[in-house]
């Protein structure tokens, strides 16, 4: 599984981006697919995640502000995340479960200026 992950910049706070992170390679039964975030000096963080089903859940620091989607057609996860904060700027990467083993995108840089 290889995951192309796209969508981050700069931005103000109190704007929006949305990350896309599209799935290519040996996708059958890819089940979670998450999106995590690490800011510098800090460890990675899960931000969002979305089964297979379609069942969400977030981070209490993105409830009501980010939300993560899949298209299982285009084999892509998205995270809409509005209402951005100085605090959300971080590389955030995408991350996909296939049988218990995880795959990782390449990371794309949000820069939230206050």
Do not use: H
Request: net charge positive; hydrophobic share 35%; aromatic share 10%.
């Amino acid at each position: 599984v290889q995951l192309q992950a796209s969508g981050g910049g700069l931005v103000q706070a109190g704007g929006s981006l949305r990350l896309s992170c599209a799935a290519s390679g040996s996708i059958f039964s890819i089940n979670a697919m998450r999106w995590y975030r690490q800011a510098p000096g800090k460890q990675r963080e899960l931000v969002a995640a979305i089964s297979s089903g379609g069942s969400t859940n977030y981070a209490d620091s993105v409830k009501g502000r980010f939300t993560i989607s899949r298209d299982n057609a285009k084999n892509t996860v998205y995270l809409q995340m509005n209402s951005l904060k100085f605090e959300d700027t971080a590389v955030y990467y995408c991350n996909a479960d296939q049988y218990s083993t995880d795959y990782w995108g390449q990371g794309t840089q949000v820069t939230v200026s206050s």
